[in-house]
């Protein structure tokens, strides 16, 4: 079983300001497979990106994925209000098993 | 577009079973392109991925909820189902389905609590 690490667990920003989250697996993960969720308060998760990197149709450019082997990274170029928000990956593992990872809140400063 | 809506009772007692169906909407089950899934979220929590079902019949579960756990789909109404025997305060959650690829789920419910108690 793979095991995502995020960090950090939480994240105090102020709008306008770039957010780096951080996912480490705890073995090497094929890009294909490690995918990234936004989670507002109250709501269901929502599939930001897939694939390491690809967006999800109608997900804004400021939302960029990136990474390889054990280390992946979601950027958010410039915090808008409605950005603030858990942030969760995931991975497919074979079996196949979902794993996602603790999470990464992002609030406003 | 499709939609996915949960249903089913709030409140379970402890060693019954549990059980919830998703309707899908604006497309169907068949279509072969999907992988349709159940997560929960216990209060306060992250994500747990429990288990999903190709249309075919296929099931994959989480082996930590394997021995517990039914998936089924029911193809003449556009639905499936989740079904988890003998539970207790831990399976007191949201539970949500969702769908999309083997790799990722792009398209959620709403999701519905669960609450275990007596």
């Known amino acids: 079983e793979v095991v995502l690490t995020q960090s950090p667990g939480t994240l105090s920003l102020s709008p306008g300001e770039r957010a780096t989250l951080s996912c480490r697996a705890s073995q090497s993960v094929g890009s294909t497979y490690l995918a990234w969720y936004q989670q507002r308060h109250g709501q269901a998760p929502r599939l930001l990106i897939y694939a390491t990197s690809r967006r999800t149709t109608g997900i804004p450019d400021r939302f960029s994925g990136s990474g390889s082997g054990r280390d992946f990274t979601l950027t958010i170029s410039r915090l808008e209000p409605e950005d603030f928000a858990v942030y969760y990956c995931?991975?497919?593992?074979?079996?196949?098993?979902?794993?996602f990872g603790g999470g990464t809140k992002v609030e406003i400063k | 577009q499709v939609q996915l809506q949960e249903s089913g009772p709030g409140l379970a007692k402890p060693s019954q079973t549990l059980s919830l169906t998703c309707t899908v909407s604006g497309g169907s089950i068949s279509s072969g392109t999907f992988y349709w899934s159940w997560i929960r979220q216990h209060p306060g929590k992250g994500l747990e991925w429990i288990g999903y079902?190709?249309?075919?019949?296929?099931?994959y579960y989480n082996p930590s909820l394997k021995s517990r756990l039914t998936i089924s789909v029911d193809t003449s109404k556009n639905q499936f189902s989740l079904r988890l025997n003998s539970v207790t305060a831990a399976d007191t959650a949201v539970y949500f389905c969702a769908t999309g690829s083997p790799y990722a789920f792009d398209i959620w419910g709403q999701g519905t609590m669960v609450t275990v108690s007596s």
């Open positions: 995931q991975v497919y593992d074979t079996s196949p098993f979902l794993t």
């Open positions: 079902i190709y249309y075919s019949g296929d099931t």
